[in-house]
């Protein structure tokens, strides 16, 4: 079946340092891939998005990477801040099929920074 | 913030009983999605409303249902609560109906049940 999933489920970083948190897909049909961040008692916050004829976007701080030969997906945040630390979700959406209209989230990975 | 509020903000309840949650959605958007997160996982898609008919809906049992106002706000309920609807309960209001990838989030209810 359909599944989005992440490689590593913690992530300890020092304040400045580069973060990269990994998501694995298997539905080759999803059309845009999300990654949303959910801090302690908050819902999820969108932060970027990529379509699936890109390989690469960036935003602030942020850089999304979108591999599609070996269906993989990984998030970049540019010199890590206390702030970051949270729970960083990929998800996926598309526009036919049985994920039609749906975001489709992965377990998570929690990232944690250090001062 | 999201301009997305959920009510209430906790809930416990006992198995067997009934619940409904709120949501208002954020001002100008016609699309409501609910999402159940139970501890540790990622949100599971319960449904979709547009324009206040259900627009989609993820594998879960009819004794969950919704409603969409008029004015866009939603509702869900839950029938014959089991202890495993325990978990964090999230709205996501959007603009377009089905293909809205830029959902944005209300804080959640947490629904424990006993």
């Known amino acids: 079946g359909e599944s989005v999933g992440l490689h590593l489920p913690t992530l300890s970083v020092q304040e400045g340092d580069n973060s990269i948190i990994n998501c694995a897909y298997s539905n080759s049909a999803s059309d845009y891939f999300i990654w949303y961040k959910q801090e302690s008692g908050k819902g999820p916050q969108f932060i970027i998005d990529?379509?699936?004829?890109?390989d690469k976007r960036q935003g602030q701080r942020v850089t999304v990477l979108l591999n599609k030969t070996v269906k993989h997906l990984s998030l970049q945040i540019a010199a890590t801040q206390p702030g970051d630390s949270a729970v960083y979700f990929c998800a996926e959406i598309s526009a036919g099929g049985t994920s039609y209209g749906k975001l489709t989230f992965g377990q998570g990975t929690i990232l944690t920074v250090h001062p | 913030e999201t301009g997305v509020t959920q009510s209430p903000t906790h809930l416990i309840k006992t198995r067997g009983q009934q619940v409904t949650l709120r949501c208002s959605s954020q001002s100008g958007h016609n699309t409501v999605s609910w999402y159940q997160q139970a501890l540790g996982q990622g949100p599971q898609f319960i449904f979709q409303?547009?324009?206040?008919?259900?627009?989609g809906r993820g594998n879960f049992p009819p004794r969950f249902s919704g409603l969409q106002f008029p004015n866009y706000s939603s509702e869900l309920n839950v029938n014959a609560l089991e202890l495993d609807d325990s978990a964090l309960y999230l709205c996501?209001?959007?603009?377009?109906?089905?293909?809205?990838?830029?959902?944005?989030f209300g804080p959640g209810t947490r629904l424990t049940v006993t």
């Open positions: 409303y547009y324009r206040e008919e259900e627009n």
């Open positions: 996501a209001s959007s603009l377009g109906g089905a293909l809205t990838y830029e959902q944005y």
């Open positions: 990529i379509r699936s004829n890109m």
